[in-house]
């Protein structure tokens, strides 16, 4: 072989050589990238139980009847959160509104979304069907006139072991969902048309179903307002100190989270009762059960600000919000929901009253009548993604 020969087969060797070497590299660089960016949907990451130490989660408040594009657009919303768990509701008037046939298909839809998110769920177990109710518990009656003595309970005496299997079928269908909630402020009228005694059977019952379903749950007591902890008229015990009286029914210990709903004008004053919650907790026994706040929220409409510190349209909502949520872990909440979007004028309270402050307590704008300019996130969206 020539020497000039040899020469080039070696340049050819040693290209050869190189051209292998950087393929390796660039491969290990693809592989680490991949392991970086690449986020399958999996139980853990999809509806399941979420593994992050997030402080803060959604409140979806997305009914599973809503049309398909309005879903799409508050689960896309509820995803730029960039928060890893949403709150969602599974009523029974949706799954089984006639006795013993079940209808999973618009909360199916509810499940595959968030899951295509990357969104855990806590799911909300609650409300009646017109048949499971009952209507002859002189409660209704006195408290609960018109829509909610249809899906607001109390649970007839007959239907209770048939409310039971709904709770487990619902359990049962998504194992992957490991946190799930016992109906929704049992304390007020508008969200309970029972006693205290009535709610302390259903938690019984239902913590004990869920557990049998599935043993990996966490169970959370319903969220309860201010009025839970305030005597009544005519009464010498407050709403909780009755709920916890039915010793048969051992409320104290049917729950692993405790739930609150705390809305106001005042940070301050709104984690000093986070805090005098926790002590009370403490003093019945539960200092172990970590306390979390399922919704809050602050208007955006400035007609609706009672705060005279904020009280300058949508930027005092995020200014708001940036100032409470965090005082609110500090004085002892474990995880903190946030209002995700406003409450439409066809919906609740804004029926009558386009200003009340669930009309634009969000992080979004919805439905588009309710704002001129659409549909967009609010200054509120960007300090939320902070947090």
């Not at 919303?77 to 799954?95: E, M």
């Not at 006639?98 to 968030?114: H, L, P, R, T, Y």
């Amino acid at each position: 072989m020539s020497s000039q020969a040899f020469f080039k087969s070696r340049k050819f060797v040693i290209v050869v050589v190189l051209l292998f070497i950087g393929f390796v590299i660039v491969k290990k660089q693809n592989l680490l990238l991949s392991q970086r960016h690449s986020f399958p949907i999996t139980s853990d990451q999809g509806s399941g139980t979420t593994n992050d130490n997030q402080h803060y989660a959604i409140f979806g408040f997305i009914p599973p009847t809503s049309s398909t594009s309005d879903k799409q657009y508050l689960f896309d919303a509820a995803a730029r959160t960039g928060k890893k768990l949403i709150r969602l509701d599974f009523p029974q008037f949706v799954i089984e509104s006639q006795e013993g046939v079940f209808d999973w298909k618009k909360i199916d839809e509810s499940v595959q979304m968030a899951d295509q998110r990357g969104l855990a769920i806590e799911g909300i177990l609650g409300w009646t069907s017109k048949w499971s109710v009952d209507r002859n518990n002189p409660h209704i009656s006195d408290v609960c006139p018109g829509r909610f003595n249809q899906i607001n309970g109390p649970i007839a005496a007959d239907k209770f072991e048939t409310y039971m299997d709904y709770i487990k079928q619902t359990v049962q269908r998504y194992p992957q969902i490991t946190y799930w909630e016992v109906w929704n402020e049992p304390d007020i009228p508008r969200g309970f048309c029972g006693t205290a005694q009535d709610y302390a059977h259903i938690l019984h019952g239902a913590y004990n179903s869920i557990k049998q379903t599935n043993p990996n749950a966490h169970v959370l007591i319903a969220g309860l307002t201010g009025n839970a902890f305030s005597l009544r008229q005519n009464q010498d015990k407050s709403w909780m100190e009755e709920l916890m009286s039915y010793s048969q029914y051992d409320a104290l210990h049917k729950f692993d989270i405790f739930n609150f709903h705390i809305y106001g004008n005042d940070a301050a004053k709104m984690a000093d009762t986070i805090s005098k919650i926790k002590k009370g907790l403490a003093d019945k026994g539960r200092a172990d059960g970590p306390l979390w706040i399922t919704e809050t929220g602050y208007p955006s409409d400035l007609q609706a600000q009672t705060s005279p510190s904020y009280n300058y349209g949508e930027k005092a909502q995020a200014d708001f919000i940036k100032e409470s949520l965090p005082l609110m872990i500090q004085s002892g909440a474990d995880k903190v929901f946030m209002s995700l979007r406003d409450m439409s004028f066809s919906e609740g309270e804004c029926k009558t009253n386009p200003h009340h402050q669930f009309c634009s307590d969000g992080l979004v704008t919805f439905p588009q009548f309710n704002n001129p300019n659409g549909r967009y996130d609010k200054p509120a969206m960007g300090v939320f993604q902070d947090l």
